[in-house]
């Protein structure tokens, strides 16, 4: 009878977990030594960009089997958490992302949006108003940026962003007078907050998310586009929940919806896909984002690039619209925006000059604070906005 072998030991799992980072670590380095010694740098960012440290990072820290998941939400909370706090990994975020879509490390990212799906935490549980744990959030040790004038830009992507020089530049777009100029929809609209109270009470889909337009986060979008109608613009809401019944092909279904929009109303120049962000700790415990000296939550705007490699022409115009908006957001209450997010996936931004993602406060905030980051978005917003009808 053949021996059986034993399961490798702890140690073995160590030893390999050397192996495979120091493997990855060689690989960006030989990268680095085929340039000349200024370009060292930027040769092992694009390393972390392209995967290769980020993919073996990945696998020392979660193990080999990981790369069998679909999409970076279908990770255990401590995969996520140590994807997310951890610097190594967070430099290779998108890279990340695309490997775990495609299912392994040497598979092309697949062709169409589904590859673009919004990486997001799905709590499991509710907290209640009161046991969220408010935070502030701004810049982190733990990434990088490019900065100017305090306007900060989370990226990962290895694409080269000159804050300065979009602050500079004018916003590419005018506003028409006449029909709707913006357009708000929700590629994930079923998203919901914390239920806070008698009057706020949602029957749910699954946690923190509901098909009550009432509770969820199509009212911030409403009360968005009733903040921007009071500053004089003209707004089209679209109240579709692209995510239900099914959450996987939201943004599929969002492209095909937001297209038809935009070709029957041509006025349209701004579109805001409007969301709410997810933040939860390994033990369980519920964030909620919140503006200094005000019941508001935080917002964020997330912007798309062509950083994996799907055409996107407009990526550096419509950061430079978000550029201006998070001077103006700043400017108005320094502590409402979060640094702006800068991502490898287009998000379907792709469709228009003045495509925007707008994460307004997390699950663990209430509608309330959602609402009131609503309103004084739109007034910072108005500020940029109104110098761009047309002449």
């Not at 602050?167 to 929700?186: K, M, N, R, S, Y």
């Not at 003209?234 to 929009?261: F, I, K, M, Q, W």
């Not at 108005?332 to 792709?350: E, H, K, M, V």
């Not at 978005?377 to 009808?389: H, I, P, Q, Y």
């Amino acid at each position: 009878m053949p021996r059986r072998r034993r399961p490798p030991g702890r140690g073995w799992t160590v030893l390999r977990r050397g192996i495979a980072l120091g493997m990855a670590l060689t690989a960006a380095w030989g990268v680095a030594l085929t340039a000349d010694l200024s370009g060292a740098a930027g040769a092992l960012r694009a390393a972390w960009g392209s995967g290769t440290v980020a993919a073996a990072a990945l696998r020392a820290e979660l193990g080999p089997s990981v790369l069998g998941d679909t999409a970076l939400g279908g990770l255990q909370p401590w995969q996520r958490l140590a994807v997310e706090q951890s610097p190594a990994l967070l430099a290779g975020r998108e890279a990340v992302d695309r490997l775990l879509s495609a299912g392994a490390a040497d598979s092309p990212p697949p062709e169409g949006p589904a590859e673009e799906a919004e990486p997001e935490p799905q709590p499991t549980g509710s907290a209640g108003a009161e046991g969220a744990v408010p935070q502030t959030l701004g810049p982190s040790e733990y990434r990088q940026y490019d900065q100017a004038e305090g306007i900060y830009v989370a990226n990962p992507t290895g694409l080269e962003v000159d804050v300065a020089a979009m602050a500079a530049a004018p916003v590419e777009l005018t506003l028409p007078e006449e029909g709707p100029q913006i357009l708000i929809f929700h590629t994930h609209g079923t998203e919901a907050y914390t239920p806070a109270g008698e009057e706020d009470v949602y029957e749910p889909t699954d946690p923190y998310r509901t098909l009550d337009t009432d509770f969820n986060v199509v009212r911030v979008g409403e009360e968005l586009a009733r903040a921007l109608e009071e500053e004089g613009f003209s707004v089209l809401h679209d109240t579709t929940l692209y995510d239900y019944p099914s959450y996987n092909d939201a943004y599929d279904r969002s492209l095909e919806g937001v297209a038809a929009l935009l070709e029957e109303h041509p006025t349209v120049r701004v579109v805001l896909d409007v969301h709410r962000d997810a933040l939860e700790g390994e033990d369980g415990t519920v964030y909620k984002t919140m503006t200094e000296g005000a019941q508001a939550a935080q917002v964020m705007l997330v912007m798309g690039t062509d950083g994996n490699g799907l055409p996107h022409e407009r990526w550096r115009e419509n950061l430079t619209l978000a550029v201006h908006l998070q001077r103006a957001l700043n400017g108005d209450c320094p502590t409402l925006a979060r640094p702006i997010s800068l991502r490898g996936g287009r998000y379907n931004q792709q469709l228009s000059t003045g495509a925007l993602l707008l994460e307004v406060g997390s699950h663990g905030n209430t509608l309330d604070e959602a609402l009131s980051a609503a309103r004084l978005f739109a007034r910072s917003a108005a500020e940029v906005l109104s110098g761009l009808w047309e002449a």
